[in-house]
T-cell receptor, first 112, second 113 residues
Framework: GDSVTQMEGPVTLSEEAFLTINCTYTATGYPSLFWYVQYPGEGLQLLLKATKADDKGSNKGFEATYRKETTSFHLEKGSVQVSDSAVYFCALFPGSARQLTFGSGTQLTVLP | DTAVSQTPKYLVTQMGNDKSIKCEQNLGHDTMYWYKQDSKKFLKIMFSYNNKELIINETVPNRFSPKSPDKAHLNLHINSLELGDSAVYFC????????????FGEGSWLTVV
């Protein structure tokens, strides 16, 4: 079946540090890939997405590139801010199960 | 304008009670979902409806029953609540199954005491 594997958290960085959160997937077919973000006490927000191989999704300084050859969709940001502290979820859709399959989430804390 | 709205946002109730969480989307989407987020933040799908028809029903206790009166609404009814049902429940919707984005509601924090 489909699966998404994210790097274990929590991740703690200082403000303005470089961020990478690794995400790899296994799926049949060619799913779209997503990063969702959940700020403390809030719901899930779409951060960015990519719908086919080599596409780059970007938003709010975050980027991720759909790499079919390595089945990866790593999230990066050049300079994190305290306000980026949240849980980040990698996901694929629809996959064989016609549903959004999530990774386990990575807690990011950015210190001033 | 809230695209996917669910109520209540917070719910504290006693074991054995029956409760419902309502969800409505104003995006004109055909497909709606319920996801459960546990205390470790892990998200797992519970149900999916397409045009009021159940298409995904994961292994959840039959105390959980989704109801879709029309394609803009998918309510979640839970009978005989147990302590282990405490979680955050997210409603979501998408245009279909083709890889379009899924939009989430703000979540309903259920605490069973």
């Amino acid at each position: 079946g489909d699966s998404v594997t994210q790097m274990e958290g929590p991740v703690t960085l200082s403000e303005e540090a470089f961020l990478t959160i690794n995400c790899t997937y296994t799926a049949t077919g060619y799913p779209s890939l997503f990063w969702y973000v959940q700020y403390p006490g809030e719901g899930l927000q779409l951060l960015l997405k990519a719908t086919k191989a080599d596409d780059k999704g970007s938003n709010k300084g975050f980027e991720a590139t759909y790499r079919k050859e390595t089945t990866s969709f790593h999230l990066e940001k050049g300079s994190v801010q305290v306000s980026d502290s949240a849980v980040y979820f990698c996901a694929l859709f629809p996959g064989s199960a016609r549903q959004l399959t999530f990774g386990s989430g990575t807690q990011l804390t950015v210190l001033p | 304008d809230t695209a996917v709205s669910q109520t209540p946002k917070y719910l504290v109730t006693q074991m054995g009670n029956d409760k419902s969480i309502k969800c409505e989307q104003n995006l004109g989407h055909d497909t709606m979902y319920w996801y459960k987020q546990d205390s470790k933040k892990f998200l797992k799908i519970m149900f999916s409806y397409n045009n009021k028809e159940l298409i995904i029903n994961e292994t959840v206790p039959n105390r959980f029953s989704p109801k879709s009166p029309d394609k803009a609404h998918l309510n979640l009814h839970i009978n005989s609540l147990e302590l282990g049902d405490s979680a955050v429940y997210f409603c979501a919707s998408s245009p279909g199954h083709s890889g379009n984005t899924i939009y989430f509601g703000e979540g309903s924090w259920l605490t069973v005491v």
